[in-house]
């Protein structure tokens, strides 16, 4: 293809683009004003933090992959530490041939400076060359401590699509406790050799260990204007430090139509050649669309999933931010399957998913869902009957030039610790078509209306920011970012709010038993003393390449005590904990569920009368 006619496409695109952005609903655009609580701000602590320190790989403007970023506790010394991936360009567009990045492990020196020092070669974790792209932690031998799990997109040959790819197989590395870790892949059976995005965990099956579902994102090209779709892997837990894909034998929850042909062998599909198109639905009136079908079950290109219950029966559903297409959503069916409801629960929007997540913004007790798009991006209302509603860009008050063009992450947080759910939007570019973009921040202000608070914040600028974290890393009780950015440093934003907002919090840890040992995939929900409530599930694997603190945070507003929190734990039973002071973190052990209690109490009497019994026979042998 000439560089005319890609010239001339691009800037086609652009215009359409410009054109959808202009038929948008804006409410209040004109003059929009912030309504930020007066003195809380995000302060760019990236240097004194440590995290200026390192470089994941050669910054691009436009065309990396990586970096992706994740929050976990891996020394279980009670701080944050943090894994970061590599950035690199995998088509060598932009710097004219193909790079790779390399890894790191930061670890918290924890109070009182909360600074960050690469261990990574010292705990075995740091990979060199590397097209680590996500990561997320998560126990899954259930022995206290968190394992890494590394998802590695490969390369391509973008001369030879056909013949010339390449996938590197993930990475399970299992904690040995020591500050150090091993690699159990081969062992565990979840090298997954895709072109992989990032691992998602939950206990799907509630058997009490986690399971892991691994995304690939097959090979697209983005100047040549063609792509392969390429199949996902669900991995069953055994309980015994090994997995199995359980893809097919769920329901064949490949990410898409095509399914694989062997087990824990993604399967790529035909090359297609992208086109661009303009598609009318609620948000995104400009997408640029493959010709991947209308299926429910995906388009096959998996950038961002998770696990979470959407229809509140109290069993993990799955959602995958699928691109050139609609993003399925598979319903637990309770018995080790999963149903593919994507229409019936009203998300067949087509767009070009990229990230994801969950969270009650409208606090109406179920969970309204964000996706981030080339293009305007998707808020997705849960109806409460199992449907949702996509009010899309409708929900936003911004400056007329706060147009999104591409947009990577999603999460909601509580920045300003008022009680309802905030929207962040990590923003970049994908060629030089596309302007230099800005990350937003919206604050909920509690009318279901999301207000751009962020220059006032201090988070603008341009950049190009990959992934995205959120955590209170410094334990100071407000939810801090992390932003692995593509064409810069790796950046760490401190919050300041509960220092300066007269808001006040709680921090949900959980301990599981019988559940999963970090209560992965529980439902947390407080209640006041007026009945108002707020919920959040647990994750491990959320946003887009990475993964945030597992413990639940929440703003509590005003509120001083929480009557109630409730904990719906992945085995079924819901334990409860009155009377809980604000500000601090709630350590919650999982009790034993009713049943299993009964069930030990039945074992004992068995094993009791059946020692009588031999006690008994032996007796009338020694008196004959």
């Given amino acids: 293809m000439s560089t005319g006619c890609l010239r001339n496409q691009g800037i086609v ?6 054109l959808a952005a202009s038929l948008l609903p804006s409410p209040g655009q004109a003059g929009v004003s912030g309504r930020a609580y007066e003195g809380i701000e995000f302060t760019d602590v990236t240097n004194e933090s440590g995290f200026g320190a390192i470089s994941p790989g050669g910054t691009t403007e436009w065309a990396a992959y990586g970096p992706g970023v994740a929050w976990g506790d891996y020394d279980g010394d009670g701080d944050l530490d943090a894994y970061v991936t590599a950035r690199f360009d995998h088509l060598g567009f932009e710097l004219g041939n193909f790079t790779t990045g390399r890894t790191y492990l930061m670890q918290s020196s924890g109070a009182p400076n909360y600074t960050f020092t690469d261990v990574s070669d010292e705990a075995g974790v740091g990979l060199l060359n590397s097209t680590a792209i996500g990561a997320s932690w998560a126990d899954y031998d259930n022995d206290g401590d968190l394992d890494l799990y590394i998802s590695n997109y490969g390369w391509a040959d973008f001369l030879n699509l056909t013949t010339g790819t390449q996938g590197v197989p993930n990475i399970l590395f299992a904690n040995k406790g020591d500050g150090t870790f091993n690699d159990v892949t081969s062992y565990a059976g979840v ?29 697209v090209d983005e100047r040549d204007f063609v792509l392969h779709t390429e199949t996902n892997i669900l991995y069953r837990n055994n309980g015994n430090g090994t997995f199995e894909d359980y893809t097919a034998e769920a329901g064949g929850i490949s990410g898409q139509d095509l399914q694989p042909e062997a087990d824990n062998t993604p399967k790529l599909g035909p090359m297609i050649s992208i086109h661009g198109s303009a598609p009318a639905n609620p948000s995104a009136q400009a997408i640029i669309q493959g010709e991947l079908g209308t299926s429910g079950a995906g388009s096959g290109i998996s950038w961002a ?35 593919v409801v994507t229409y019936d629960a009203g998300l067949s929007d087509p767009g070009t ?68 759910w905030d929207l962040w939007y990590g923003a970049g570019r994908i060629n030089t078509y596309v302007w230099v973009q800005n990350n937003s921040l919206y604050q909920n202000i509690g009318d279901g209306v999301l207000v751009d608070v962020t220059d006032q914040l201090g988070l603008g600028g341009h950049t190009k920011t990959m992934g995205a974290a959120m955590a209170d890393y410094d334990n100071d009780g407000d939810i801090d970012i ?28 959980l301990n599981g038993s019988a559940s999963n040992i970090h209560g992965i995939g529980a439902l947390v929900t407080l209640e006041f003393e007026d009945g108002r409530t707020i919920q959040q599930q647990s994750y491990a694997g959320d946003g887009f390449l990475g993964s945030s603190d597992p413990a639940v945070h929440f703003g509590l507003g005003q509120e001083t005590s929480v009557a109630e929190v409730r904990v719906l734990w992945s085995t079924g039973h819901t334990q409860i904990v009155e009377d809980v002071t604000a500000d601090q973190t709630l350590v919650v ?33 020694q008196s004959s």
């Fill in 191 to 219: 090298g997954n050799p895709g072109h992989s995005t990032n691992g998602i965990w939950a206990d799907y099956d509630h058997d009490g260990d986690l399971d892991l579902y691994s995304m690939n994102a097959g090979i």
């Fill in 13 to 18: 695109l652009l215009l359409v683009l410009l």
């Fill in 305 to 339: 999933g998770v696990w979470f219950d959407y229809n509140d029966d109290g069993w993990e559903d799955l959602f995958i931010a699928s691109d050139f297409g609609i993003s399925p959503l598979y319903q637990n069916d309770k018995d080790g399957t999963f149903t």
């Fill in 482 to 509: 992390l932003l692995g950015d593509a064409d810069g440093p790796i950046r760490l934003f401190e919050n300041n709010a509960a220092q300066v907002s007269g808001n006040h919090w709680l921090k949900v840890s």
């Fill in 589 to 621: 052990d999982e009790e034993m569920p009713p049943a299993l209690q009964a069930s030990q109490v039945q074992n004992i009497i068995l094993g009791l009368l059946g020692l009588m019994a031999v006690a008994l026979l032996y007796r009338n042998m």
């Fill in 353 to 420: 998913g990229m990230g994801t997540h969950p969270a009650d913004y409208d606090n109406d007790g179920d969970f309204d869902l964000c996706q981030t798009n080339f293009g305007p991006n998707y808020l997705w209302q849960n109806q409460g009957d199992g449907t949702y509603v996509q009010m899309g860009d409708a929900l936003l008050e911004r400056e007329p030039e706060k147009i999104p063009i591409v947009n990577w992450d999603c999460h909601w947080l509580d920045y300003d610790l008022d009680g309802d």
